[in-house]
């Protein structure tokens, strides 16, 4: 059983930076996921095993960077201009084995996290 823990959740305002991590990582395919409250959990970032590939969702292709410290078993999410749409509770997932066929879907995903709230203030 892999118990994933995420950190670095917060308020900021409009515009505004955060990073999260998730720790223990595993050598798999490995994503970040949120939920807003009365919305689905979408699928926000995923990254190989290696960190060659990466996925994102459209709503922050930009703004947000996925990497992944293999040594030190930490996943990273970068979020830059931050919005108040962004505003959810995140989440890491570890990957099912092989090749991810959708990798945004959480269907793909087996081990979560607790979560770590993003508030985006006007």
């Known amino acids: 059983q892999v118990q994933l823990v995420e950190s670095g959740g917060g308020s900021v305002q409009t515009g505004g930076s955060l990073r999260l991590s998730c720790a223990p990582s595993e050598y798999a395919w490995m994503g970040w996921f949120r939920q807003a409250p009365g919305n689905a959990r979408e699928g926000v970032a995923s990254?190989?095993?290696?960190?060659?590939?990466?996925f994102y969702a459209d709503s922050v292709k930009g703004r947000f960077t996925i990497s992944r410290n293999n040594d030190k078993k930490t996943l990273y999410l970068e979020m830059n201009s931050l919005k108040p749409e962004d505003t959810a509770i995140y989440y890491c997932?570890?990957?099912?084995?092989?090749?991810?066929?959708?990798?945004?879907?959480?269907?793909?995903?087996?081990?979560w996290g607790q979560g770590t709230q993003v508030t985006v203030g006007q």
């Open positions: 997932a570890v990957g099912r084995p092989g090749r991810l066929v959708a990798p945004l879907s959480d269907l793909e995903y087996k081990y």
């Open positions: 990254i190989s095993s290696g960190g060659v590939s990466t």
